[in-house]
């Protein structure tokens, strides 16, 4: 994590432009879609086939998918991924707005990366319609946390998975 004082890193932070990614994004993209997939075991014989990889790509852009990639950019580098997706709700007419992949990539990690990509989503969430966003993290990735725990509320719930 970067070290420096609450203005250096506000400073760095307003330096970081989120946008929707783009056609052109890919090669930047793809690096940053595998070290996510690598942080949660996902690499060497688990890694996910290049199939789904590209389309998830396809997927984020494609826009009669309600799926939605944005993109982090420092000094015109890609160095942030958001992909979320609305959803219906059975507890609220508002569609739901689900943040299924965050990553910041190492070295810049620290600088505010991850919370204005959360902020973006959440402003587009808003406009949607949604009052809120939620996501999941592995409970193990402690510097993820601390910033979640700073900007939401952790939820009661735990997740469960069966094999179908």
């Given at each position: 994590m970067k070290t420096g004082t609450t203005n250096e890193r506000a400073a760095e932070a307003?330096?970081?432009e989120?946008?929707?990614a783009q056609t052109a994004d890919h090669d930047q993209w793809l690096p940053?879609?595998?070290?996510y997939n690598e942080f949660y075991g996902r690499s060497?014989?688990?890694?996910?086939?290049?199939d789904i990889n590209m389309a998830t790509w396809k997927r984020l852009l494609d826009p009669a998918k309600p799926m939605w990639a944005l993109v982090a950019l420092s000094d015109q580098r890609l160095v942030g991924i958001a992909h979320y997706l609305f959803h219906p709700s059975t507890t609220d007419l508002a569609p739901a707005c689900y943040l299924r992949d965050l990553f910041t990539i190492g070295d810049q990690r620290g600088r505010?990366?991850?919370q204005k990509l959360v902020e973006a989503?959440?402003?587009n969430a808003r406009r949607a319609?949604?009052?809120s966003i939620y996501w999941q993290t592995h409970?193990?990735?402690?510097?993820?946390?601390r910033l979640y725990d700073q900007i939401a509320q952790q939820s009661e719930f735990l997740i469960y998975r069966k094999p179908c």
């Open positions: 307003s330096m970081i989120i946008r929707f940053l879609w595998l070290g060497g014989d688990t890694a996910l086939h290049p505010g990366v991850g989503v959440c402003a319609g949604s009052d409970e193990g990735n402690a510097q993820a946390r």
